[in-house]
């Protein structure tokens, strides 16, 4: 089967943001209407404007996004590097004011029931402006941890971005070795490793060229989004465990 995919350094930041905005708007989780659109542009690599046009719709990603941009000093929220910073961390995310941070968390998402105790809660620890922090601060499943469905924990599990290494390539889907979100009732931690199988290309487009067994690439819900580089691992290693320490004082705060 022919597979059209977009090489990683030819990727537009417009491009880059579709391949991890995609998985959850094909399931109808955020974003407007229209998921084929980014799964299209998100395999072609260019710098499309309507993708750009959808990328400012995300109202969850584009706070994050312009933040990031202005403490880089770079007008374009899509940028390439500000894209990267946004889903998988880095040194970027070190020039973002902390208290600009807060406000802009506050003012973006204050009206979310449980966001301003939390965001409030959770100023001034070490945390990121990145899609981790909105998972595990902003997103509300993380306030219904602590009953006994898993559904929460699964959620949160399949909504961060997280990494992984390919050990089988089949037609549509790959087997990926990772490490999950754990919850024991009182807080969450990655535990080890188990296998997944996200799918990496449909209908002959896929996101990651050549994908093949070694590979080490991130994960956003059910899809294979990009391979990675050993610091692009250890950011988004070092990214998650930090949200989730952070996140960890919040939930035993909650509880007592």
């Known amino acids: 089967m022919a597979v059209r995919d977009a090489a990683p350094s030819a990727a537009s930041g417009a491009a880059l943001f579709a391949r991890y905005a995609y998985p959850p708007n094909e399931l109808g989780h955020c974003g407007p209407p ?8 998100a ?16 109202d969850g990603a584009w706070p994050y996004l312009r933040l990031i941009a202005a403490a880089a000093d770079t007008p374009d929220p899509l940028d390439p590097q500000v894209v990267q910073a946004y889903w998988l961390g880095g040194p970027l995310l070190d020039a973002v004011d902390p208290q600009t941070f807060v406000d802009t968390a506050q003012t973006s998402f204050g009206t979310q029931p449980g966001v301003p105790e939390r965001v409030a809660q959770l100023a001034g620890m070490s945390t990121w402006a990145s899609h981790a922090y909105h998972v595990f601060v902003v ?33 549509e889907s790959a087997v990926v070795r990772s490490l999950p979100l ?15 199988h996200p799918r990496w290309t449909s209908h002959g ?35 998650t465990l930090r949200q989730l320490e952070a996140t960890n004082r919040w939930l035993a705060a909650r509880t007592s």
């Open 182 to 196: 754990v919850w024991d009732g009182a807080a969450l931690s990655l535990g080890p490793e188990q296998t997944e």
């Open 43 to 58: 395999t072609s690599g260019d710098d499309d404007g309507e993708l750009r046009r959808r990328a400012a719709l995300f």
């Open 34 to 41: 229209g998921a084929e659109i980014l799964l299209e542009g």
């Open 139 to 171: 997103y509300p499943w993380v306030g219904l941890l602590g009953g006994t469905a898993d559904v929460p924990r699964s959620v949160l599990d399949s909504c961060r971005v997280r990494w992984g290494q390919v050990v089988e390539v089949r037609d």
């Open 205 to 239: 487009r896929a996101f990651v060229s050549g994908l093949e067994v070694g590979d080490t690439v991130s994960l956003h819900w059910d899809w294979v989004c990009d391979r990675l580089e050993p610091d692009q691992v250890e950011w988004l290693r070092t990214g």
